[in-house]
């Protein structure tokens, strides 16, 4: 509902209950000249971020909300989801990742990438094979740290992108807090929030 102002069926991404397709936020805006940002330390692909962006039966459908992005143009996504732009993780063995790259995105895939990203370009981060990992353990794991941005990084980061146009929209989501309360996890909800 947040994505579209309209109330959608469980389950889906801007359908309503009737069957009816609904405009996204970032759709509407991209058209009235608006840039905008998707950061999530879920994957870039999940409820939240997508909702605010495609169009969908069903919300768990992953590789095909990523196709949609390509489609929608958005310029910055950052999150996790290497295995709905992976060829060698789809179905359908499409290389996202190139195609993000033909269509001028910067493809990121590491901490690293993402605090050189060039401004001048969209950029598409992947910092993980589904979703980021908690923020206990990445503080705990070296190599986490080094290679996997954080919430903070990311959003410090999409702010430098779009900050330097008059408009935009930047949708934020700290997703993880939300899986660690499903699973009584209590250490992991406390640091991610």
Known sequence: SWGSGSRVRNGTLNVTSTGSSLAPLNLVFGQAGWKRGLVTTTEITHATPAGFTVTVKDRGAGEDIAVQYLARGVEVMLGGAQNHFDPAKRKDKRNLWADFA?????????????????????????????HLPYSVDHAGNESLRTSVPTLPDMVERALAHLDRHEHF????????????CHHNDAAAALRDL
Do not use: I, M, N
């Open 102 to 130: 033909s269509a001028g995105y910067a493809v990121l895939r590491s901490r690293a990438d993402l605090a050189r990203a060039p401004l001048d370009r969209p950029w598409l981060g992947t910092f993980a094979g589904g």
């Open 169 to 180: 929209l930047l949708q934020v989501e700290g997703g993880r807090v939300d899986h660690a």
